[in-house]
């Protein structure tokens, strides 16, 4: 029997819920330095994230569905640019700030991998785009990265 080398549908699942079971623990961990009551927020995103991965881990462990020998990696360039597009992302933020590099993201990922429409994208992106503003900046009175749209940003503090 001759050792297949590409990774399946199934096992790129699995492997990715680990490592985002992983990413939960450590949050969750790094969560507990915090000063005071600063991580309470951090550890239930963390919680989430945990339970979210387990949920993952036990329907690819439990559950056999057609497409799970499927090779994992159909598009290859397609997930490299996306990791691509992610790197250019988290130097964006650094330099020009959060909300045009992430509306930018938002719209560009799912149009350059052909999963959605340009009039749906750039609607989803820019109502998660104002949720987030809104909960963060008006509800939570939390700081975003500096960006370039402080001025304009600073009629929602």
């Known amino acids: ?20 079971l992983i ?29 979210g991965a387990v949920l993952v881990l036990l329907r690819s462990w439990l559950q056999t569905r057609p497409g799970d020998d499927a090779a994992f990696f159909g598009h290859l360039g ?6 691509a597009m992610l790197g250019l992302y988290i130097l964006a933020i650094d330099a020009i700030g959060y909300v045009i590099p992430s509306l ?3 719209i560009a990922l799912p149009v350059a991998l052909r999963f959605a429409d340009l009039r749906m994208t750039a ?3 820019l109502g998660t785009l104002i949720f987030i503003l809104v909960v963060f ?13 402080d001025p304009l940003l600073g009629v929602l503090r």
């Open 123 to 125: 609607l989803a992106s």
């Open 23 to 51: 990413a939960a623990g450590l949050a969750f961990l790094k969560a507990g330095d915090y000063p005071g009551a600063s991580g309470v927020y951090p550890r239930v995103m963390a919680l989430g994230l945990g339970i």
């Open 104 to 106: 930018i993201l938002g």
């Open 1 to 20: 029997m001759a050792v297949n080398s590409s990774l399946t549908h199934k096992q790129g699942e699995i492997g990715f819920a680990a490592v985002l």
């Open 78 to 83: 397609r997930f490299l640019l996306g990791f």
């Open 137 to 149: 900046v008006v509800i939570l009175k939390r700081p975003l990265p500096a960006d370039i749209l």
